[in-house]
């Protein structure tokens, strides 16, 4: 696998799960929260899309930016603490719903692209 087809599943990640956020920000309250924690009000909704606005811009910059080794091993490192998101916020303070858990899938299918990517990179970069 090539380094860019490495950015192009992480900009997948953030397009889709971003798309979603930003283009049906009910749905993803409904089906990603738990009952607790659903909140279906305007500035909720709104908060919603404004993070899957921000994800759609990351998306389409990884994939019209070349990354380096570098970047893919600070972006690597930058998404640990998600992890522990992940894991407080289902299992410690269940907020998220299994289907809410789809942030953990991705966050591990862009850490896995991140170590995929660099590796690629860094032999681009030493050819």
Same mark, same amino acid.
């Given at each position: 696998?090539?380094?860019?087809?490495?950015?192009?599943?992480?900009?997948?990640?953030?397009?889709?799960?971003?798309?979603?956020?930003?283009?049906?920000?009910?749905?993803?309250?409904?089906?990603?929260?738990?009952?607790?924690?659903?909140?279906?009000?305007?500035?909720?909704? #709104?908060?919603?899309?404004?993070?899957?606005?921000? !994800?759609? *811009?990351? %998306?389409?910059? &990884?994939?019209?930016?070349?990354?380096? @080794?570098?970047?893919?091993?600070?972006?690597?490192?930058?998404?640990?603490?998600?992890?522990?998101?992940?894991?407080?916020?289902?299992?410690?303070?269940?907020?998220?719903?299994?289907?809410?858990?789809?942030? #953990?899938?991705?966050?591990?299918?862009?850490?896995? !692209?991140? *170590?995929? %990517?660099?590796? &690629?990179?860094?032999?681009?970069?030493? @050819?």
């Amino acid at each position: 696998m090539t380094a860019r087809l490495a950015q192009y599943y992480i900009a997948l990640v953030f397009l889709a799960l971003g798309g979603w956020a930003l283009f049906a920000p009910a749905n993803v309250i409904e089906l990603a929260l738990t009952e607790p924690y659903r909140d279906t009000g305007f500035i909720m909704r #709104f908060t919603m899309a404004c993070f899957g606005a921000q !994800a759609v *811009m990351f %998306g389409i910059m &990884a994939l019209v930016v070349q990354w380096r @080794a570098r970047a893919f091993a600070a972006f690597a490192l930058v998404l640990i603490p998600f992890f522990w998101f992940n894991y407080h916020f289902h299992y410690v303070e269940p907020v998220l719903t299994s289907i809410g858990m789809l942030d #953990f899938a991705g966050n591990l299918t862009m850490l896995i !692209a991140c *170590m995929i %990517g660099w590796r &690629a990179a860094r032999q681009e970069e030493l @050819a």
